[in-house]
């Protein structure tokens, strides 16, 4: 990072030290200490040892995330060929009572983080968890895009008043 010609900043952990560069001139790099990312995966929900083995773990990652917000939020997470969580993401914010769901945002992720599968979770601001015949109809679309793509959509879960509706355990995938 040049500043006067004659010096440089480093970056040591936090702490910003000025020191002078007397060498022919000019600056040299410095190198820049690297933070542990350890720290950074054992305060996250994701990177716990944690595997989705039914619905039950599926809701667990996303409820608090769901609950108690006042318009409808589409989230995806992104799973490895070990069903473990890989990425969360916001796919849409919608409106009291839709979301817009569409399969490129989706599988746009997918593709970035090399999921071999994901879930869809959705809340329902009212509190209810039946799906309408619009979830139904999108979770149906998103599916077959998925076995197009080669990556499975596992389950759909729509998250309401401290409870969620699986359309895998429905029979619905």
Not at 77 to 102: D, R
Request: glycine share 8%; hydrophobic share 35%.
């Amino acid at each position: 990072m040049k500043n006067s010609g004659k010096e440089s900043l480093e970056y040591d952990g936090g702490n910003r030290k000025q020191e002078s560069r007397r060498k022919t001139g000019t600056l040299q790099a410095k190198r820049i200490d690297v933070v542990s990312v350890k720290l950074v995966r054992e305060r996250s929900f994701l990177y716990k040892e944690r595997k989705v083995g039914g619905p039950q773990e599926a809701y667990e990652i996303a409820k608090d995330m769901l609950q108690d917000k006042d318009r409808e939020v589409l989230l995806a997470c992104f799973l490895n060929t070990k069903n473990e969580p890989i990425a969360v993401n916001v796919v849409s914010v919608g409106s009291l009572n839709s979301s817009i769901i569409h399969p490129r945002e989706i599988f746009k992720v997918a593709l970035l983080c090399n999921a071999a599968s994901f879930i869809l979770f959705h809340n329902h601001p009212s509190g209810g968890v039946e799906p309408s015949s619009e979830d139904i109809s999108a979770t149906q679309r998103i599916k077959e895009c998925g076995v197009f793509m080669g990556i499975s959509l596992i389950d759909h879960i729509i998250v309401g008043d401290e409870k969620f509706y699986s359309m895998l355990e429905k029979g619905m995938l």
